[in-house]
Nanobody, 123 residues
Framework: QVQLVQSGGGLVQAGGSLRLSCAAS????????MGWFRQAPGKEREFVAA????????YYRDSVKGRFTISRDNAKRTAYLQMNSLKPEDKAVYYC????????????????WGQGTQVTVSS
């Protein structure tokens, strides 16, 4: 069992930066791939970024490549999403998630989810 608690987020002007954190309980954090998803009002939840268990592989949706960075610290049982050069279209509720197996690009692979955190970008 893994519980994920998110922190970070908030309101920022376009071009600004935010960092989201996702702290996990349980001793098996290092066995899970971690992902970030987001959901804007009236839209489906979409994949943003993912990182494998060893942090050797990362994946991003095209629209955030070069602006967002996913990372993890297995000793701290925490995953991060550093978001730079934020745009108004990045506004959404962001969710972290943990997956033990399957494609890290798809929601159905994820077994545990954080509570979500709002990111608002003003133009």
């Amino acid at each position: 069992q893994v519980q994920l608690v998110q922190s970070g987020g908030g309101l920022v002007q376009a071009g600004g930066s935010l960092r989201l954190s996702c702290a996990a309980s349980g001793r098996t954090f290092s066995a899970y791939a971690m992902g970030w998803f987001r959901q804007a009002p009236g839209k489906e939840r979409e994949f943003v970024a993912a990182i494998n268990w060893s942090a050797g592989m990362t994946y991003y949706r095209d629209s955030v490549k070069g602006r967002f960075t996913i990372s993890r610290d297995n000793a701290k049982r925490t995953a991060y999403l550093q978001m730079n050069s934020l745009k108004p279209e990045d506004k959404a509720v962001y969710y972290c998630a943990a997956a033990i197996a399957g494609s890290v690009l798809t929601m159905r692979s994820y077994d545990y989810w954080g509570q979500g955190t709002q990111v608002t970008v003003s133009s």
